[in-house]
């Protein structure tokens, strides 16, 4: 079964100070590994999909980047509106079978 | 102007209860699913429709029953609450690009909350 682990848990940054995630994933055919970020209350909102080792993604000061076991969510300088819950999910399924992390809490201070 | 939009937001009733969720979306996506997001934030899939037809039932207890009416409904009943089915119910969609294809873009609703006592 597909399974999608993600570290930290939660994670405290002071406003500035740059960070990583970790997504390590397991699937039998990836084809597919996606970022969404989700605020309290609220549905998660997508960031970034990668379809395969070596790629990389961008958006403001959000940086994605994909090899054949893991993704890193990346951000640089963060400022306290990127507070929220990062999620990670892959698709090995035509189907559109998403198997989600159960994601990193991350908490920027100003 | 809402993309997916589920209702009601809360919902509190009563074991042995039974209720019903709606969702609907504006995309013109041809796929709705419904995720179950626990209190440890585990998203987990449960159903997935494409064009009205079922095409994903994860292991879920009889007791749920998705409809879809249309393509750009799909509800969720609930027959004989426990209190495990307290949870946030979302739903999705994607519109799949070309036969077995699908872009990730999931556009979720802003979830349920359904609280059993």
């Known amino acids: 079964e597909d399974q999608v682990t993600q570290s930290p848990e939660a994670l405290r940054l002071q406003e500035g100070e740059s960070s990583s995630l970790n997504c390590s994933y397991t699937?039998?055919?990836?084809?597919?590994l996606f970022w969404y970020r989700q605020d309290p209350g609220k549905g998660p909102e997508f960031l970034f999909t990668?379809?395969?080792a070596g790629e990389e993604k961008e958006k403001e000061r959000l940086k994605a980047t994909l090899t054949k076991k893991e993704s890193f969510l990346h951000i640089t300088a963060p400022k306290p509106e990127d507070s929220a819950t990062y999620l990670c999910a892959v698709q090995s399924d035509s189907w559109g079978k998403f198997q989600f992390g159960a994601g990193t809490q991350v908490v920027v201070t100003p | 102007d809402t993309a997916v939009s589920q209702t009601p937001k809360y919902l509190v009733t009563q074991m042995g209860n039974d209720k019903s969720i709606k969702c609907e979306q504006n995309l013109g996506h041809d796929t709705m699913y419904w995720y179950k997001q626990d209190s440890k934030k585990f998203l987990k899939i449960m159903f997935s429709y494409n064009n009205k037809e079922l095409i994903i039932n994860e292991t879920v207890p009889n007791r749920f029953s998705p409809k879809s009416p249309d393509k750009a409904h799909l509800n969720l009943h609930i027959n004989s609450l426990e209190l495990g089915d307290s949870a946030v119910y979302f739903c999705?969609?994607?519109?799949?690009?070309?036969?077995?294809?699908?872009?990730?873009?999931?556009?979720f609703g802003e979830g349920s909350r359904l609280t059993v006592l």
């Open positions: 990668l379809y395969s």
């Open positions: 699937v039998s055919g990836l084809r597919g």
């Open positions: 999705a969609s994607s519109q799949l690009e070309g036969f077995g294809a699908n872009t990730g873009e999931l556009f």
